[in-house]
């Protein structure tokens, strides 16, 4: 009888385990509208090791900065690979050789998606990091896309501390995937975001 505890205990503990590290689902813009986005689910492995960035027993503001940069460039890789694979079901090479080709075409697909879209991915990361309680410092002011006097363009998102009410501007600076983002402080003397409050042209967070 003891035995039969013993293993019932150790298999919920094994589902509560698994279920624990099991990815939640990302919805990936991947046309200029963005209305009807790709459902992926992040890899259990890949889930796994974002969440193995938020083990500091003490995290200061510039650690989670940090974690947020790394999962992003942990999660983005994952879920364009993911995609690249549902294209990629007829390839008939060795397993070498298929990774390779699907890795490829997962960069692909990021260097042709827009700039827009990338920045509204990056909020639905940040959204699952915040959701599951792994970012708990910060939370999402706007999504900025800003001119200077010269004509130009950058684009951000606004992140404000909860600790210190402090602004920072989480920016892509980069077209490889699985680069992380580039988190600085913000400045209010700064040409390019002196005026923040200019939404991303056809934002749209209705994804249902």
Not at 156 to 182: C, E, K, R
């Amino acid at each position: 009888m003891h035995t039969f505890y013993a293993l019932a205990l150790l298999f919920f503990s094994l589902i509560i385990s698994t279920y624990s590290v099991a990815g939640p689902e990302v919805k990936l813009c991947i046309k200029p509208a963005c209305k009807s986005p790709v459902r992926i689910r992040i890899s259990d492995p890949a889930w796994s090791s974002i969440k193995e960035l938020y083990n500091t027993p003490f995290p200061q503001d510039k650690d989670e900065q940090d974690n947020m940069a790394s999962a992003i460039s942990l999660m983005e890789p994952d879920l364009y690979s993911t995609l690249a694979k549902r294209f990629s079901h007829n390839i008939q090479n060795n397993e070498n050789i298929k990774t390779a080709l699907i890795k490829e075409r997962a960069e692909d697909l990021f260097r042709a998606n827009t700039a827009v879209n990338n920045y509204r991915n990056i909020k639905t990361y940040l959204g699952v990091l915040m959701d599951n309680y792994l970012v708990t410092r910060h939370f999402m002011r706007k999504t900025l896309n800003q001119k200077n006097w010269t004509g130009f363009t950058s684009s951000g998102i606004m992140l404000q501390s909860l600790q210190n009410s402090q602004l920072y501007i989480l920016q892509i600076n980069h077209s490889d995937l699985g680069t992380p983002p580039v988190i600085s402080p913000y400045t209010s003397g700064e040409d390019i975001f002196n005026n923040p409050g200019t939404e991303l042209s056809d934002e749209d967070d209705d994804f249902e």
